[in-house]
Every structure is written in structure tokens, then in C-alpha cells.
């Protein structure tokens, strides 16, 4: 997972600064404004944000819209925290699935290689399956322990067939 602070780098390296040209010089003109912002806006240039910034930039927002449901839940934090692991690893598992159906179909592979990635791509699945068994059995317990009402169990189990 790529952290906050990389992403701000990557993405304040991407942007690339337009000619920053000098301000063609101030003529006076009876009525012109002649203030500081005037001044100010004269000098601007203009930022252009390179392709790969704004493609971190709409997948940095679409992570956070997919969860925006669970931040606005009302929820406890560790609830929250739970929940968007679940959704991560329930990508990632049909990520798999889609990786195993496309070896699957591939007919340019050997029988072994095929078997070989097939068996890669199930263990990993097997990982994903426990590491979600094992999230759920926490959501369980943190359920219970924060005692969640019947109201608080609904809005989770609602969150959780999204």
C-alpha cells in the first residue's frame, strides 16, 4: 500500500511548472487598478499537472470514495478500520479470480505452466481466504465487546454485502 506521504511526493514531483514569463510592464492607465493583486495576478504563471499526477490524483479520490459509506457510518473507529480491510481484501481476492480465469483460459501456456501459476494464484487466495476468515472473527469480536446495538450490527452488515 503506498502511503500518504509518497503519494504527496510523487505527486509534487509531477508537476511541472509552465513558463513563468515576466509581466509585460505596468502601463498607467486613468482608472486602472495598480494594487498589489492587480500586481499579483500580472505575475502568475501557469501549472500544468503531468498525466501520471492526474491519474494518482482520480485513483487517490476513488479509494477514498469507495469508503466513504464506512467513514460516514457513524461507526466506531476500529469498526471503520476493520471494514475497509475487508473491502480491501475482498478486492484483492477477486483481483485472484480474475488472474486464475484468465490463466485458465490462456492457451498459449503448457499444461505445467499453466499448473504452476494455477497453483501460485490459489495459494495466494488461500492467504487472502484466512487473512478475511480471521478479519471477520475480529469484526465479530469487536462487536461484541464495544456491545453494538442491534442498530450499529445492521449499518455493519450492511457495509459489508457492498
Known amino acids: 500500500m503506498i502511503s500518504t506521504s509518497s503519494i ?22 486613468q482608472g486602472a487598478d495598480t494594487g498589489p493583486e492587480a500586481v499579483e495576478t500580472a505575475q502568475r504563471g501557469t501549472v500544468q499537472i ?19 459509506d464506512i467513514d460516514d457510518s457513524g461507526l466506531p473507529d476500529a469498526i471503520k ?8 481484501i475482498k478486492e484483492k481476492l477477486r483481483e485472484q479470480q480474475e488472474q486464475l480465469r484468465a490463466v485458465m483460459a490462456d492457451r498459449s501456456l503448457s499444461d505445467e505452466d499453466k499448473a504452476t501459476k494455477m497453483s501460485s494464484i490459489q495459494a495466494t487466495m488461500g492467504t487472502l481466504q484466512g487473512a478475511l476468515a480471521r478479519a471477520m472473527q475480529q469484526l465479530e469480536k469487536l462487536i461484541k465487546d464495544l456491545k453494538l446495538g442491534e442498530e450499529g450490527v445492521l449499518k455493519v452488515m450492511g457495509l459489508l454485502i457492498k
Open 8 to 29: 504527496i511526493n510523487m505527486l509534487a514531483n509531477s508537476i511541472q511548472l509552465g513558463s513563468m514569463q515576466d509581466p509585460p510592464p505596468a502601463r498607467a492607465v
Open 50 to 68: 503531468s498525466t501520471l499526477a492526474q491519474a494518482l490524483h482520480a485513483k487517490l479520490n476513488k479509494a477514498e470514495n469507495k469508503n466513504s
Open 81 to 88: 478500520r476493520l471494514l475497509k480491510a475487508i473491502r480491501e
